[in-house]
């Protein structure tokens, strides 16, 4: 099950946490219907909301992904959403 994950340029709100709760609502039928369920969600690191806060705050573009994906996970899990399996980030697959 692949889902789209935030763009990490801030806090988290109301709008980045509704997908997370309703797949996550998915992914425990999923499991429990059929055992193993590869759940992926995306965190897009490399976008222009994310330079210009980096600009903006006079800091790198990883410190603002690094800290907004801690604070996004953080919150999801307050929530009580699963982890995803794997969490894929674009940044890295364009290095490569």
């Known amino acids: 099950m ?3 994950g935030p763009t990490v340029y801030d806090r988290a ?3 980045n ?3 997370v ?3 996550d609502v998915l992914f ?3 499991k429990h219907l059929y055992g193993t369920v590869t759940y992926v969600r995306n965190i897009t ?3 222009d909301k994310i330079m210009t806060a980096a600009a903006k705050k ?3 573009i990883q410190h603002i992904t690094t800290e907004n ?3 996004y996970n953080e919150d999801m899990a307050a929530l009580g959403a699963l982890p995803p399996t794997k969490t894929p980030k674009q940044l890295n697959i364009f290095m490569k």
């Open 28 to 30: 425990r039928m999923l």
């Open 17 to 19: 946490a509704r997908p």
């Open 2 to 4: 692949y889902v789209c």
């Open 13 to 15: 709100h109301i709008g």
């Open 21 to 23: 709760v309703v797949f």
């Open 69 to 71: 994906t801690r604070f």
């Open 58 to 60: 006079k800091v790198s």
């Open 45 to 47: 690191d490399i976008d």
